[in-house]
Nanobody, 128 residues
Framework: QVQLQESGPGLVKPSQTLSLTCTVS??????????WSWIRQPPGKGLESMGA???????YYRPFIKSRTSISRDTSKNQFTLQLFSVTPEDAAVYYC????????????????????WGQGTQVTVSS
């Protein structure tokens, strides 16, 4: 059974960098055909796929936030990370890590069913 767990600060100040880590257990992040993803859900809004890193290390970013986003991985720790730079209050959301079995498609609505395993989510507040 694959399990994912997000970790990181719950409060970030405007203009700072949000850094989140997802620790994966029950399976390797280098296993074939897995896409390790970051998704967020702002208050009162739907899910938004932010990007992913696949089993080969290829990285996919949602275009409109690509300039503020960095996704990486540490295969020795079986973790992948999200950095979101220059955060604003509009970046406040519940942030999830999840596993997909195909590359993200940013031209469609993000659905819970796009992913087969999810972390529990971590609330991020942006405030000074």
């Amino acid at each position: 059974q694959v399990q994912l767990q997000e970790s990181g600060p719950g409060l970030v100040k405007p203009s700072q960098t949000l850094s989140l880590t997802c620790t994966v257990s029950g399976g390797s992040i280098t296993t074939n055909s897995n896409y390790w993803s970051w998704i967020r859900q702002p208050p009162g809004k739907g899910l938004e796929s932010m990007g992913a890193i696949d089993y080969r290390g290829n990285i996919y970013y949602r275009p409109f936030i690509k300039s503020r986003t960095s996704i990486s991985r540490d295969t020795s720790k079986n973790q992948f990370t999200l950095q979101l730079f220059s955060v604003t209050p509009e970046d406040a959301a519940v942030y999830y890590c999840a596993r997909a079995r195909q590359a993200p498609r940013f031209n469609k609505a993000t659905m819970w069913t796009d992913y087969d395993y999810w972390g529990q989510g971590t609330q991020v507040t942006v405030s000074s």
